[in-house]
């Protein structure tokens, strides 16, 4: 390949010009692609073996994609294949594919409408009603490219000025912090309490809301992670209910991002949804923004960039922009509305796929699992690191205690030159101050996974 | 599915309240998916036939993939394919599909680099470079989910400021009021001439420029769309450097929306880059944005949301902060990725899979240009409308003389509910103040082409 010079070359007269761009370009921060990942990158093409525990993406840590999904997806791209390779499918996945080439009415290279394929917003819906036994609109659902976008979407609709305020956890994942910049809103800080396993307490979450109102801040949003990224901790009934109340009580719209939903590891622990807690309190008023993905769970299925958003409580004067501003983007990309729905309609039992199935997504779920607790009991076997139980989710999130002078930026720079194990500072999911941690990833596979713990305890330990 | 009647309640105390939304959102307008196709969906609902020719969308036209993209991409998608249907595959596309998969090093799963896969990045950099007979640099490029997400994150770099201006043709695609609204930036409008085949010409663009810097705004790039979208005009190589010298001239960014290059269809007409002109003219001072899609040429696939973008004589500071905002969004899907690696290398001469390409690519290539000059040739039979050839693209902007007190929006909505034909008022697009015109598509089925022109001309002649 031929090498450019010219378009990168610096301080050069050219049109384009760093002063000129915006304010919320520039302070736009997202640590887990940041600087310690691009020197990962750099590290890993001079030859150095690197184990990216900064983001939550599984196949790219030898984790296999379910067998059924993968199958319908390969139907629905070429559809010859259900008839000159039938015998190669079981047969319900041939069905499933050609219910789904019905469904969309032009197959994969057609763009759907806006809001994603009617037929796969209704099996959403169905999932919806199932999983909590409460009513579901397929027109309150929105198919996207990912949580991401859906999050983003949300957040473009409810920050309408730079006074708005979005109350987000600390620590939390930073596609939040991002977009609020990005969107010129005012992010508000309310803490988790890691003292007692990441809990959310109503007292953190009024005295938040009432320092902002004190800074002229008019407080739209509320955005809650569950299971939480970074902190593993899941949300029962009462804390939930205890949020929706919050929100009553202060005119608050609630983004509640469940990604996670079928990563619960504690025993006794389970996924309540938002939706739930709001239809059984009977809840009409507190508009609610929920979210959902392909790319965890047991799928992983980051690249397929699939997903959905539900809404309930919107007026429909709202409804109408959401889906405006929906449609200057067109659509969602099909694969991932197709993988959307195998997400909501897995192989059931008795089917011909559902024993493959089932046994994949056991092997997945098992793993994580085992790798949550041999992470957090062995981040907790090394003196001045302190972590909680991985209740759920895909990371672990400890603290430090650090040499002084020392930021936990240095701390994970240095892990990574020495170790090759990437990991993201909390400084870029947000801390009290004064404390230090680093989010990883429960990831690596389990072979690898005790050695990662070996390296970081022995680098602690020389961490100077 | 059961239904649910309160989430869009109106009038109810809901905490998201249309009042508070920001004037970006409220003002932003997108009218190829506006009330008129919200109606044309109402009527398909009762029962009406609908003839979509609102939006460049080839397969939900009839418009058939290509067979080698869809057999790649089931085999990427379910890699097992490779071995057990061996049978059922040209040799060369197993050997694309494996090279893929290893180019991606982990498949279509898991998320890839925020630019995307570097192997398509190469493929890419490689298709431009033998295209224009230019060097190209695949870290230049960055793989989108479809163009559109390519012109927004430009837009969302250029846009700097309140009072930043950005340059773009009358008519326009919507994509671009739309998103610089959103932007909060200024919509600077420049005509193009349509006595004169569409043609832009350098009075047109000074006097654009100089009535928006007296305005106070500070313009800071122009945005072109060749070939031509909604006109099917097509630019030259001298029309094309006369923008490059005005650009360098004002200082200006450019924005060049080139999506439509395969979409060529007067003799004597051929596609140039601007990427081109700008090598052969040595310019290295003036930024380049470039957009090429999946979507459109003779692939069509819009459902895969495929797509790239490449930058030139980017200082290096503003790449950093391109690769960051596009990392906040993790990275495009990757079936779209693979489809953009098709896009650029397709079948060879010579390979098992090129004589079926090359029949599939020629039919829908000629197909399409039966249809434009079938349609332009058509409607100017009609007393009271009139069109240009329709040089390239997938468009046709009839100007129409309408009774007074109408407007193209009456005319565009009375011809839907009389016809079923669905088209697009030249309001969304923008057109010189007192004329009127739409847009439609030139992808009906060559069959249904000449009833649609034989509905449109009955309708005119009766159009009150």
């Not at 610096?10 to 370009?25: D, Q």
């Not at 901790?233 to 609630?254: C, G, P, Q």
Request: aromatic share 8%; with cysteine.
């Amino acid at each position: 390949m031929a090498k450019l010079s010219h378009w990168f070359a610096k301080g050069s007269p050219m049109t384009i010009k760093l002063e000129n761009l915006g304010k919320a370009v520039l302070d736009t921060q997202y640590a887990v692609r940041g600087p310690i990942v691009a020197r990962a990158a750099e590290l890993e093409r001079e030859g150095r073996e690197i184990i990216y525990c900064n983001i939550g993406n599984p196949q790219a840590l030898e984790q296999k994609p379910l067998t059924y999904i993968r199958q319908t997806l390969a139907l629905a791209q070429y559809p010859e294949l259900i008839e000159t390779g039938a015998g190669l499918f079981p047969a319900d996945v041939l069905e499933t594919a050609r219910k789904l080439l019905a469904g969309s009415k032009y197959g994969m290279g057609a763009y759907s409408e806006s809001k994603g394929v009617r037929f796969v917003r209704e099996a959403v819906a169905r999932f919806i009603s199932q999983r909590d036994g409460i009513e579901a609109d397929p027109e309150a659902i929105y198919l996207t490219d990912g949580a991401s976008k859906g999050v983003q979407a949300a957040l473009r609709i409810v920050i309408g000025a730079p006074s708005d305020g979005i109350m987000i956890p600390i620590p939390q994942y930073p596609l939040y912090s991002a977009t609020i910049t990005l969107y010129e809103g005012r992010q508000v800080n309310f803490y988790m309490d890691e003292g007692n396993d990441w809990k959310l307490s109503l007292a953190m979450l009024e005295s938040s809301y009432r320092e902002a109102v004190a800074q002229g801040v008019k407080v739209r949003a509320i955005c809650v992670i569950n299971p939480g990224n970074p902190t593993g901790s899941i949300m029962d009934w009462e804390n939930i209910a205890m949020v929706i109340r919050f929100a009553k009580a202060h005119d608050l719209t609630i983004l509640a991002d469940e990604v996670y939903q079928e990563n619960v590891y504690l025993a006794g622990e389970r996924f309540v949804s938002f939706a739930k807690v709001m239809a059984e309190l009977g809840e009409k008023d507190v508009s609610l923004f929920s979210f959902h993905s392909c790319s965890k769970g047991f799928l992983g299925e980051c690249g397929q960039r699939g997903g959905y958003m539900e809404i309930r409580n919107i007026p429909a004067d709202v409804v109408a922009q959401i889906l405006k501003i929906q449609s200057v983007g067109l659509c969602a990309n099909l694969t991932g509305q197709m993988t959307t729905y195998c997400l909501v309609n897995p192989p059931r039992p008795g089917q011909p796929s559902y024993e493959l199935f089932a046994r994949e997504r056991d092997g997945i779920l098992s793993e994580l699992k085992q790798r949550a607790v041999i992470l957090a009991e062995g981040l907790n076997r090394i003196p001045g690191v302190q972590c909680n139980k991985v209740q759920g989710a895909m990371y672990c999130f400890p603290r430090l205690t650090l040499p002084p002078g020392r930021s936990d930026f240095d701390y994970c720079m240095s892990l990574l030159e020495e170790t090759g194990i990437c990991v993201v500072p909390g400084s870029g999911f947000g801390q009290v101050p004064g404390t230090a941690h680093f989010r990883t990833t429960i990831l690596p596979p389990t072979y690898k996974m005790k050695m990662v713990v070996e390296k970081l305890a022995a680098f602690h330990a020389a961490y100077k």
